[in-house]
């Protein structure tokens, strides 16, 4: 019987984490450019950090989660596992938040004080960078493993 490799995947869960700290890099980018903003560069970012959050968020719970699980089967990871699939529900919430702050700036400016948008950029990119720190270590770990066997 045909058994799939534990990393079938990994290849495209690296690709989507890539993307994603790209994303960041862009989020840091306008937040240290306000109060002015490149108008493009907010609607770019808008358009594509929702499907990149969630694109990444879905291949974690399908293939990176259940390896994780299946190989390393303990009860710490699976409070880690429960843990960060909690950070993807907050992760989109944020991000819901992050794509209207980023309309608005790419639309010349809003209510909110420069100061306030700074930081709501900066607290979800760090978020971010954190919590595929955290699944890159697992994914390393995985890899580990299977290069072992």
């Known amino acids: ?72 089967p303990d009860e710490g990871m699976q409070a880690t596992i429960c843990r960060l699939r909690e950070e993807h529900a907050q992760d989109g919430a944020a991000a819901d938040e992050i794509v209207r702050i980023l309309v608005t700036l790419s639309r010349g400016g809003g209510r909110r004080s420069w100061e306030a948008i700074g930081y709501m950029l900066r607290a979800y990119f760090l978020a971010v960078r954190r919590h595929v720190a955290c699944e890159q270590s697992l994914l390393a770990s995985l890899r580990t493993i299977s290069n072992s066997h």
């Open 1 to 72: 019987m045909f058994e799939p490799s534990p990393t079938v995947g990994f290849g495209e869960l690296s690709q989507l984490y890539r993307q994603t700290l790209q994303i960041c890099d862009s989020l840091e980018a306008v937040a240290d450019s306000l109060p002015r903003p490149d108008r493009k560069r907010c609607r770019q970012i808008a358009a594509s950090l929702k499907p990149a959050i969630e694109a990444a968020n879905r291949l974690e719970e399908q293939v990176l989660s259940p390896a994780v699980l299946s190989r390393l």
